[in-house]
């Protein structure tokens, strides 16, 4: 863990309070040595989180209770996103970032103390206000038993959204501050909690799988807890105790409260359009006389999207935490020429990274799902439901990065309703996909048609964040995706003979094999193609020291 120094020394040191923008290779110094940590950390959370689906699969299969759970756990989770590490964090890092670059520290305390104790109350509220709402859905609603589990696994997990959420924020404060590898292990808490019951625990209620769902969600509980607890003692040695005096702070709680809302809006798309999949998929399945969907449909959508939001984690999610804090300080000191450079080298590594893993995961959708699901309850036929949307969300990992990646810089920018005007058209276009696809491809048609709206988001968010931020470096944006694309032809045909020699894996070792050798080959191929290219992002990311010149 990073080591705990004077916070205003180490807060200077990492370049955040006051002072002269620092020079471009000291900025991407940081940029790249905060993203090595953060990636690291998120890599070992994914990795985790990889064994406890694995585990889940095989509990569970693509049962009816795997249905109920995942779309259970997706409303307490995605409102995580959203107002723990989405909207509110997006509103709230700029006006602490331009907080921080003043003397008084009592003013930032006051302020992270307001942020805190309001949060929580408006969170209580709502999960009261959801708990009543479930409450008389099952006493007085429809008797329908499918509906009743839904509903009870909902209401087990809604008060983990008020331990969540504040956490991230906790997290929020400490990015600021230049910490991050506490903060990205925040997630590892949860999976661990996760396996450790889906191993000792669960098995004390077979074969009662409603119990052992049960089961599940009170450790999700438990670990939400503990996501706040192991931040906290590091967050007070920089000074922090809780303030009741909030009268200075309220201004910039307003604007913070007023930033939100928008904010909130313009992220939510990308959440909305995740439920709507997993809506649509648990919803067609069952109440449709002719359904386009099977049972089941909802579950193999979980499992898919995790499979894509492994390199999402790993790298879009790491990069876009390093990076937001650089571009808000830019921002606040009208450095805009730093920011644009800093934006299209995310832009670039986005690139650099998100086509050959778009690509991998097309072409190894089913021996991932093989490998990874098909034990216990998760079948053959399982195996291949999964992997169909593994391939059609794997196609835009790229243009997943690079929303979060631009969505930083316009709020970096104070502009929150360009984000939110894109956005809303998106989920509009995702919708009229999912609707139109899933007659023709079933279930692949929810998994293309994220993957369109999120292309289309990305290249409009693109163009039109020019004439905020002034013209991006397009040239060499254009020669990165061309190596790119080069690069990831040639790591394409290598995987390919790489799975035809490993054949139709037989067995647990020859299947890990089968992932192992076409992974490892497409990794090693990419990069030696890449560097006789010349492509200088992949270099950058692996160099401690990162010179001026890019």
């Not at 095989?58 to 590490?85: C, K, M, Q, T, Y």
């Not at 009268?247 to 709507?276: C, D, H, K, Y």
């Amino acid at each position: 863990m990073t080591s705990v120094q004077n916070p205003s020394e180490t807060a200077a040191e990492s370049g955040i309070v006051g002072g002269e923008a620092d020079a471009p290779a000291q900025h991407r110094q940081r940029l790249f040595s905060g993203l090595r940590i953060v990636s690291l950390c998120t890599l070992l959370s994914r990795v985790l989180g990889l064994i406890r689906d694995m585990g889940m699969a095989a509990l569970f299969g693509l049962s009816p209770i795997a249905d109920h759970f995942v779309v259970a756990f997706s409303i307490p989770n995605l409102a995580r996103r959203l107002f723990g590490e989405g909207a509110l964090s997006a509103s709230f890092l700029p006006v602490l970032t331009r907080e921080l670059q003043k003397p008084d520290r009592e003013n930032v305390w006051r302020l992270v103390s307001a942020v805190f104790a309001l949060l929580t109350v408006t969170l209580t509220a709502l999960v009261l206000v959801g708990e009543l709402g479930i409450w008389g859905l099952l006493k007085w609603g429809s008797r329908d038993t499918d509906i009743h589990i839904l509903l009870g696994l909902t209401a087990a997990m809604l008060p983990y959204l008020i331990l969540i959420c504040l956490a991230a924020q906790v997290s929020a404060v400490l990015h600021v501050l230049g910490h991050f590898t506490l903060p990205a292990l925040v997630p590892v808490m949860l999976n661990l909690f996760w396996i450790a019951t889906l191993w000792l625990v669960a098995p004390l209620f077979a074969p009662d799988a409603l119990s052992q769902a049960y089961a599940i969600a009170a450790a999700i509980i438990v670990a939400g807890g503990v996501q706040v607890a192991m931040q906290w003692p590091l967050l007070k040695k920089y000074g922090y105790h809780f303030r009741t005096d909030w009268s200075s702070a309220m201004p910039r709680v307003r604007e913070i409260a007023w930033a939100t809302l928008p904010v909130m809006l313009g992220m939510s798309t990308t959440l909305i359009n995740t439920l709507a999949d997993r809506l649509i998929a648990w919803g067609f399945a069952r109440f449709l006389e002719n359904p386009p969907l099977q049972e089941g449909a909802a579950a193999a959508l979980y499992y898919a999207q995790r499979l894509y939001q492994f390199p999402l984690g790993v790298f879009g999610v790491a990069l876009g935490t390093v990076l937001f804090p650089l571009l808000a300080r830019h921002a606040a000191q009208q450095r805009y020429d730093l920011l644009r450079n800093d934006l299209t080298l995310g832009l670039r590594l986005v690139v650099a990274i998100g086509f050959p893993a778009s690509v991998g995961l097309v072409l190894m959708a089913r021996p991932l799902a093989t490998t990874l699901f098909e034990y216990g309850e998760f079948d053959a036929g399982d195996s291949a439901r999964t992997a169909g949307l593994i391939a059609g969300y794997g196609c835009g990992v790229w243009a997943y990065c690079g929303q979060l990646i631009l969505y930083r810089a316009y709020y970096a920018l104070d502009d929150r309703t360009t984000p939110l005007r894109v956005g809303l058209a998106s989920v509009a276009v995702n919708l009229a996909l999912n609707l139109t696809l899933i007659w023709p491809l079933g279930g692949e048609g929810l998994a293309y048609a994220t993957t369109i709206s999120a292309t289309l988001q990305v290249l409009v968010l693109t163009w039109m964040i020019q004439s905020r931020a002034g013209q991006i470096d397009a040239g060499r944006l254009w020669r990165t995706v061309y190596k790119a694309g080069i690069a990831t032809a040639v790591m394409s045909a290598a995987c390919f003979v790489a799975m035809w020699m490993c054949g139709d894996a037989q067995g647990i070792p020859s299947r890990v094999l089968s992932v192992v050798i076409p992974v490892a080959v497409s990794v090693i191929t990419y990069y030696a193609a890449a560097t006789l290219l010349g492509m200088n992002e992949l270099k950058m990311l692996l160099r401690r020291k990162v010179d001026e010149e890019h």
